[in-house]
């Protein structure tokens, strides 16, 4: 479920890490849910287009007419090996919203350069979950 102070949910990803026979580290993401799977599916990449974006820097603000209020979803590994150790988390990921720059700058009644970052999308962590043969 979204933060009630926050923008509406994007999507939720699985992260997964793993060391290959030759000690080499790797992760892979995967898309789980996501707002509106009706109509926004993955590319060939397996990467998502984009949600939208409703932010109106010079007010700093945004509008929840995209994403979701609680995503869910239940997956599996698709490239699971009993014989190898893992880990996986659980990434939540949020709408567009105005970063603190955008606040800053309606507050204080300023212009920044155009190279200062006026949105982002927030995003939240499970704690990792360990798997060892």
């Known amino acids: ?7 509406n949910l994007d999507r939720i ?6 060391t290959d026979k030759d000690n080499k580290e790797h992760e ?3 898309n789980v849910a996501w707002s509106d799977m009706k109509t926004r599916k993955p590319g060939k990449d397996g990467k998502l287009p ?5 932010v109106d820097v010079a007010t700093a603000t945004w509008k929840d007419t995209i ?6 979803g239940q997956w599996s590994d698709p490239e699971f090996d009993p014989s190898q150790r893992a880990f996986y988390y659980l ?3 949020e ?7 955008a606040y800053d700058a309606v507050r204080f009644g300023i212009k920044l350069p ?3 970052p006026m949105k982002h999308q927030e995003r939240a962590w499970s704690s990792p979950i360990w798997y060892t043969p």
Do not use: Y
């Not at 479920?1 to 923008?7: F, I, P």
């Open 91 to 93: 990434r939540a990921i």
């Open 95 to 101: 709408i567009p919203t105005p970063r603190w720059t």
């Open 50 to 54: 984009a949600v939208g974006d409703t």
């Open 114 to 116: 155009p190279e200062v």
């Open 13 to 18: 990803q699985i992260i997964k890490g793993w």
């Open 1 to 7: 479920m979204k933060d009630a102070l926050s923008g």
């Open 67 to 72: 994403g979701a209020a609680e995503l869910t």
């Open 28 to 30: 892979k993401i995967f």
